[in-house]
């Protein structure tokens, strides 16, 4: 954990997001945009952008601050890949500690899980064979061993589910329940209407069932049920006020995760955290708990 004690942290939570909830509470920071990989449901390793310096780094991370975030998770591309002369994420990492709450990191896990994150979430998205054809790599096997090999506390997986590996998600739990200490579900986005990898409606209610029996079961899901229940078919108001989301551009957006980034059809969200948070400022108790359990 950071230097903050609960002591610091409800008391901020409460003034900001629940008095007022006029500011963010969670940023997305996407470092870079380069990845070792290739994934059919990414559309960042395509984009373009100069790559960040050290001080311009620290500059976003400020800005975050000082626009209310408390919660920072850094994203990519892969941003363990981020770099600058001699400083490397291990810098970043120790800088953006010592300001937030909470600091995270979603990786693809082919590289050392050994980032002093708070919480560290590595994407599988299914069993070897459909994971290794979604990420365009016979990487299966090495990020296997070296979520073993990790000594981090608090290592998830997450899932985004689509059209390919739905139908495998309930096997990838049951593999994954003693390797990791939690999972967190997603569906894919159809990025500029991509919608191949799209997973209906139908089908996604049906899964969504199985996965809150295996939750209910004790396999460590850490989305609500409410969360999930809502993921459905949508049935929640997105509270995206709460969110923001800084680029390899130096911009920052409030708001949907897609905005300047793509097309935005909220009717085919499946963005879970944004479900998660607004849940909670709604003051849903499971939303809450579910917050808290992953970030505090």
Not at 71 to 79: K, N
Not at 92 to 117: E, Q, W, Y
Not at 174 to 197: A, C, S
Request: proline share 4%; hydrophobic share 40%; charged share 20%.
């Amino acid at each position: 954990m950071t230097g903050y004690s609960s002591l610091h942290h409800y008391p901020y939570l409460f003034y900001h997001y629940v008095l007022h909830r006029d500011k963010p509470l969670l940023a997305s920071f996407k470092l870079t945009y380069r990845c070792n990989l290739t994934c059919q449901q990414c559309p960042f390793y395509c984009m373009q952008a100069e790559e960040l310096r050290y001080e311009q780094v620290l500059d976003i991370l400020e800005r975050l601050y000082q626009r209310g975030s408390r919660l920072v998770v850094l994203e990519g591309g892969e941003p363990m890949l981020w770099k600058d002369g001699t400083y490397s994420i291990h810098d970043v990492v120790a800088a953006a500690r010592k300001k937030f709450f909470s600091l995270g990191m979603t990786t693809n896990g082919t590289l050392p899980l050994d980032v002093a994150v708070d919480t560290l979430w590595v994407s599988i998205d299914g069993l070897e064979a459909t994971h290794n054809a979604l990420r365009g790599a016979p990487i299966f096997s090495k990020i296997m061993d070296n979520i073993n090999r990790s000594q981090h506390p608090r290592l998830f997986a997450h899932i985004t589910i689509n059209a390919v590996n739905a139908t495998e998600i309930p096997e990838l739990i049951r593999f994954l329940q003693h390797k990791v200490w939690g999972m967190t579900v997603q569906f894919y986005y159809p990025y500029n209407h991509k919608d191949e990898l799209f997973l209906g409606f139908d089908k996604r209610e049906k899964l969504l069932e199985e996965i809150i029996q295996l939750k209910r079961a004790g396999f460590p899901v850490l989305n609500s049920i409410a969360a999930l229940q809502a993921l459905k078919r949508n049935t929640w108001k997105c509270d995206d006020r709460l969110i923001d989301n800084a680029n390899p551009d130096g911009s920052i957006t409030q708001g949907c995760y897609l905005k300047n980034r793509a097309d935005i059809d909220c009717s085919k969200c499946g963005f879970s955290p944004y479900t998660e948070i607004s849940l909670a400022c709604q003051m849903n108790l499971q939303s809450i708990l579910a917050g808290q359990k992953i970030f505090l």
